[in-house]
């Protein structure tokens, strides 16, 4: 979901974001259906969630990809917003017995790296596969899942540098 300058994919060479990507383990076909009828309802609406543009199957679990409008560039203020906007968002979308079959809740980065659709996944030799179950979102969409203001992504926020002009 991100690009990267240089050749290490750390979070401090991370560019831009091209999509926030969910990973949802212990998932099984109740979760599934689950999951997705609690799709396209009111954003205020408890444990509602956003529909995402792609979900990936990989094992046991899901990936969720909410691929963005526009690229969006992450100065540091941007990553630190966006890593606030992901764990609200995880919080909402993972429901012990629900929406999955792990009890604790798994916060990753906004960097955290997942499996290309098409390779296999050797833990239990399946494939990856993805379907497409919706359109590109904008971040206002997903901003309006978020269930606590202060963590929701403020692009025209100011970034200030620790670096004078000297």
């Known amino acids: 979901g991100l690009t990267y300058r240089g050749r290490t994919n750390k979070l401090e060479h991370a560019q831009q974001m091209n999509a926030l990507i969910f990973d949802l383990d212990g998932v099984g076909i109740k979760e599934i259906r689950i999951l997705f009828n609690r799709m396209d309802l009111k954003p ?4 509602t969630v956003p529909r995402p543009t792609y979900v990936a ?5 899901l990936h969720l990809y909410y691929f963005l409008d526009e690229p969006i560039d992450l100065f540091p203020n941007i990553k630190n917003q ?16 629900e929406t999955t ?3 604790n809740i798994q916060y990753q980065g ?3 790296g997942f499996r ?3 390779s296999n996944n050797n ?5 990856v596969k993805a379907f497409k179950t919706g359109e590109r979102v904008s971040l206002e ?8 203001k202060s963590k929701m992504v403020d692009l025209n926020k100011k970034y200030f540098s620790k670096h004078t002009l000297k």
């Open 116 to 118: 290309m659709v098409g």
């Open 101 to 103: 079959k792990e009890k």
């Open 110 to 112: 906004i960097n955290q």
């Open 57 to 61: 199957m990989s094992g046991s679990g």
């Open 44 to 47: 205020e609406l408890l444990r």
């Open 141 to 148: 969409y997903l901003n309006s899942y978020c269930n606590d």
């Open 123 to 127: 833990k239990y030799d399946l494939p």
């Open 82 to 97: 966006f890593r606030e906007l992901k764990h609200d968002l995880t919080f909402r979308i993972w429901e012990y017995r």
